[in-house]
Protein backbone atom coordinates (compact mmCIF):
# COMPACT_ATOMS: atom_id res chain seq x y z
CA UNK A 1 0.00 0.00 0.00
CA UNK A 2 1.37 3.02 -0.74
CA UNK A 3 2.73 5.72 1.88
CA UNK A 4 0.73 8.54 0.57
CA UNK A 5 -2.21 7.46 1.78
CA UNK A 6 -2.84 6.83 5.20
CA UNK A 7 -3.23 3.14 6.27
CA UNK A 8 -6.41 1.43 6.23
CA UNK A 9 -8.68 1.02 9.71
CA UNK A 10 -9.18 -2.98 9.35
CA UNK A 11 -11.08 -4.60 11.67
CA UNK A 12 -12.97 -8.61 11.37
CA UNK A 13 -16.07 -7.12 10.45
CA UNK A 14 -16.52 -5.98 6.83
CA UNK A 15 -19.50 -3.33 6.95
CA UNK A 16 -18.57 -1.76 10.09
CA UNK A 17 -14.27 -1.62 9.28
CA UNK A 18 -15.88 -0.28 5.53
CA UNK A 19 -17.55 2.80 7.41
CA UNK A 20 -13.98 3.14 8.97
CA UNK A 21 -12.16 4.24 5.37
CA UNK A 22 -13.78 7.86 6.52
CA UNK A 23 -12.06 8.11 10.19
CA UNK A 24 -12.35 11.32 12.72
CA UNK A 25 -15.82 12.64 11.19
CA UNK A 26 -15.88 14.60 14.49
CA UNK A 27 -13.03 15.83 14.17
CA UNK A 28 -10.68 16.15 10.81
CA UNK A 29 -11.51 13.48 8.81
CA UNK A 30 -9.31 11.56 6.88
CA UNK A 31 -10.71 9.95 4.08
CA UNK A 32 -8.48 6.47 3.58
CA UNK A 33 -10.28 5.99 -0.35
CA UNK A 34 -9.68 8.81 -1.62
CA UNK A 35 -8.78 7.44 -5.58
CA UNK A 36 -10.92 4.98 -7.03
CA UNK A 37 -7.33 2.73 -7.21
CA UNK A 38 -7.27 2.69 -3.27
CA UNK A 39 -10.63 1.23 -3.08
CA UNK A 40 -9.92 -1.56 -5.53
CA UNK A 41 -6.88 -2.12 -2.50
CA UNK A 42 -9.07 -1.97 0.14
CA UNK A 43 -11.28 -4.04 -1.28
CA UNK A 44 -8.79 -6.57 -2.27
CA UNK A 45 -7.42 -6.60 1.54
CA UNK A 46 -11.07 -8.42 2.39
CA UNK A 47 -10.94 -10.49 -0.30
CA UNK A 48 -13.08 -9.04 -2.94
CA UNK A 49 -10.86 -8.57 -5.72
CA UNK A 50 -11.58 -6.08 -8.72
CA UNK A 51 -9.58 -5.46 -11.30
CA UNK A 52 -10.86 -1.57 -11.30
CA UNK A 53 -12.60 1.38 -10.71
CA UNK A 54 -14.42 4.23 -11.80
CA UNK A 55 -14.82 7.38 -9.89
CA UNK A 56 -18.71 7.09 -10.62
CA UNK A 57 -18.31 3.29 -8.91
CA UNK A 58 -15.93 5.23 -6.02
CA UNK A 59 -19.04 7.73 -5.74
CA UNK A 60 -21.84 4.81 -5.27
CA UNK A 61 -19.23 3.35 -2.42
CA UNK A 62 -18.67 5.90 -0.24
CA UNK A 63 -22.74 6.68 -0.81
CA UNK A 64 -22.99 2.74 0.63
CA UNK A 65 -20.23 3.91 3.67
CA UNK A 66 -22.24 6.99 4.90
CA UNK A 67 -25.49 5.05 4.29
CA UNK A 68 -23.84 2.12 6.09
CA UNK A 69 -22.64 4.76 9.05
CA UNK A 70 -26.16 6.25 9.59
CA UNK A 71 -27.70 3.17 9.72
CA UNK A 72 -25.20 1.35 12.15
CA UNK A 73 -25.44 4.86 14.04
CA UNK A 74 -28.83 4.78 14.58
CA UNK A 75 -29.04 1.35 15.41
CA UNK A 76 -25.96 1.46 17.89
CA UNK A 77 -28.53 4.43 19.45
CA UNK A 78 -31.88 2.26 19.25
CA UNK A 79 -32.84 4.89 17.46
CA UNK A 80 -35.23 4.33 13.75
CA UNK A 81 -32.80 3.87 11.02
CA UNK A 82 -32.72 6.51 7.87
CA UNK A 83 -34.85 5.92 5.08
CA UNK A 84 -32.47 7.02 2.91
CA UNK A 85 -29.86 4.65 4.44
CA UNK A 86 -31.86 1.48 4.53
CA UNK A 87 -32.55 2.18 0.99
CA UNK A 88 -28.70 2.68 -0.44
CA UNK A 89 -28.03 -0.55 1.77
CA UNK A 90 -31.18 -2.22 -0.32
CA UNK A 91 -30.79 -1.27 -3.25
CA UNK A 92 -26.58 -1.81 -3.29
CA UNK A 93 -27.02 -5.60 -1.81
CA UNK A 94 -29.97 -6.01 -4.60
CA UNK A 95 -27.69 -5.20 -7.38
CA UNK A 96 -25.01 -7.80 -5.97
CA UNK A 97 -24.68 -10.57 -7.61
CA UNK A 98 -21.68 -12.26 -6.11
CA UNK A 99 -21.20 -15.52 -5.32
CA UNK A 100 -20.37 -17.17 -1.84
CA UNK A 101 -18.02 -20.27 -2.44
CA UNK A 102 -16.05 -22.95 -0.32
CA UNK A 103 -12.46 -23.23 -1.44
CA UNK A 104 -10.45 -26.58 -1.24
CA UNK A 105 -9.19 -25.45 2.21
CA UNK A 106 -12.32 -24.87 3.52
CA UNK A 107 -12.35 -20.99 3.37
CA UNK A 108 -15.29 -18.98 2.58
CA UNK A 109 -14.46 -17.03 -0.09
CA UNK A 110 -16.31 -14.67 -2.78
CA UNK A 111 -17.04 -15.32 -6.41
CA UNK A 112 -17.77 -11.58 -8.34
CA UNK A 113 -18.80 -11.58 -11.79
CA UNK A 114 -16.64 -10.42 -14.21
CA UNK A 115 -19.10 -7.67 -15.68
CA UNK A 116 -19.85 -6.10 -12.69
CA UNK A 117 -17.30 -6.61 -9.66
CA UNK A 118 -17.01 -3.37 -7.90
CA UNK A 119 -21.11 -3.85 -7.58
CA UNK A 120 -20.86 -7.21 -6.58
CA UNK A 121 -18.18 -6.20 -4.01
CA UNK A 122 -20.36 -3.48 -2.54
CA UNK A 123 -23.57 -5.85 -2.94
CA UNK A 124 -21.38 -8.18 -0.64
CA UNK A 125 -20.72 -5.20 1.83
CA UNK A 126 -24.30 -4.50 1.89
CA UNK A 127 -25.19 -7.51 2.70
CA UNK A 128 -22.84 -7.67 5.31
CA UNK A 129 -24.39 -4.43 6.97
CA UNK A 130 -28.07 -5.85 6.71
CA UNK A 131 -26.88 -9.09 8.74
CA UNK A 132 -25.17 -6.26 11.24
CA UNK A 133 -27.60 -3.73 11.91
CA UNK A 134 -30.85 -6.32 11.71
CA UNK A 135 -29.13 -8.26 14.93
CA UNK A 136 -28.58 -11.67 13.27
CA UNK A 137 -24.80 -12.01 14.43
CA UNK A 138 -23.54 -12.52 17.70
CA UNK A 139 -22.46 -8.89 19.14
CA UNK A 140 -23.57 -5.74 19.64
CA UNK A 141 -23.27 -2.22 17.36
CA UNK A 142 -21.41 0.84 19.58
CA UNK A 143 -20.15 4.06 18.85
CA UNK A 144 -16.15 4.79 19.40
CA UNK A 145 -15.56 6.94 22.56
CA UNK A 146 -13.21 8.93 20.91
CA UNK A 147 -15.11 12.43 20.62
CA UNK A 148 -13.71 13.04 17.46
CA UNK A 149 -13.79 9.36 15.97
CA UNK A 150 -17.32 8.30 16.89
CA UNK A 151 -17.00 5.63 14.17
CA UNK A 152 -19.83 2.86 14.48
CA UNK A 153 -18.07 -0.69 15.47
CA UNK A 154 -19.03 -4.18 16.17
CA UNK A 155 -18.50 -5.49 19.34
CA UNK A 156 -17.66 -9.32 19.37
CA UNK A 157 -16.10 -8.79 23.03
CA UNK A 158 -16.81 -11.57 25.47
CA UNK A 159 -18.51 -8.53 27.66
CA UNK A 160 -19.77 -6.79 24.94
CA UNK A 161 -17.77 -3.41 26.78
CA UNK A 162 -15.36 -2.39 24.33
CA UNK A 163 -14.93 1.55 24.42
CA UNK A 164 -12.89 2.59 20.84
CA UNK A 165 -13.51 1.24 17.30
CA UNK A 166 -9.68 0.71 17.78
CA UNK A 167 -7.90 0.05 20.45
CA UNK A 168 -4.15 1.00 18.69
CA UNK A 169 -5.57 4.62 17.64
CA UNK A 170 -8.33 6.27 19.34
CA UNK A 171 -8.27 3.98 22.79
CA UNK A 172 -4.56 4.62 23.40
CA UNK A 173 -4.95 8.87 21.63
CA UNK A 174 -7.65 8.81 24.55
CA UNK A 175 -5.38 6.99 27.50
CA UNK A 176 -2.89 9.70 26.65
CA UNK A 177 -4.79 12.38 26.30
CA UNK A 178 -6.41 11.43 30.59
CA UNK A 179 -3.06 10.37 31.15
CA UNK A 180 -1.27 13.53 30.45
CA UNK A 181 -4.35 15.50 31.85
CA UNK A 182 -3.51 13.83 35.08
CA UNK A 183 -0.17 15.00 35.19
CA UNK A 184 -0.98 18.55 34.26
CA UNK A 185 -3.34 18.51 37.25
CA UNK A 186 -0.49 16.74 39.50
CA UNK A 187 1.53 19.24 38.49
CA UNK A 188 -0.34 22.66 39.04
CA UNK A 189 -1.39 20.42 42.84
CA UNK A 190 1.94 20.30 43.79
CA UNK A 191 2.85 24.33 43.36
Not at 57 to 83: K, V, Y
Not at 131 to 155: H, K, N, Q, W, Y
Not at 165 to 180: L, P, V
Request: glycine share 6%; with cysteine.
Amino acid sequence: MSAAFPDFRLGSVLATSFTGTLSERHGNPVERIPTPHRLVDWLAVYGLAVDSCSPAQLDLARELRESIHAAATAAALRDALPASAVQVINDRSARGRASAVLTPEGEHRWRLSPASRVADALGVIAADAISVIAGERDGRLALCASPTCRAAFFDTSRSRTRRWCDMNTCGNRQKKARFQAGRRHNASSAE
